[in-house]
């Protein structure tokens, strides 16, 4: 990553944690306060589109949580519906224990940081 990126970065999250909209002027004004001089103003244009209407926050507290949503379970109209999806209800429960278990590395001795 080039100098330029790191500054509109950087300048992106000071932004963000104050609260303050981010704009490519706030972005340029908060890079020229710390006298670097070889950002280009496009970096802080396509900072500004890119982050424009999105929480930066949200965005860094989501970083690891993966894909989509899971798919809702099919709703019908007679009780045998309704069975069927309590059904798959309890095999997604029944999933997510067993990823849960597959996951763990206490049982190998070892951990990320040893």
Do not use: C, H, R
């Not at 909209?21 to 020229?32: E, F, G, N, V």
């Not at 690891?64 to 997604?92: F, K, L, W």
């Amino acid at each position: 990553m080039s100098t330029s990126e790191l500054a509109v970065s950087y300048a992106a999250l000071i932004l963000a944690d104050e609260d303050i909209d981010i704009t490519a002027d706030k972005l340029q004004t908060l890079i020229a306060a710390a006298k670097l001089t070889e950002v280009e103003p496009i970096w802080t244009t396509l900072f500004a589109k890119a982050l424009a209407g999105k929480s930066v926050k949200d965005m860094l507290l989501n970083v690891g949580s993966g894909g989509g949503a899971a798919a809702a379970a099919p709703t019908g109209g007679a009780s045998g519906g309704d069975a069927a999806a309590t059904d798959a209800t309890a095999e997604n429960e029944e999933e997510k224990k067993e990823e849960e278990k597959e996951e763990s590395d206490e049982d190998m001795g070892f951990g990320l940081f040893d």
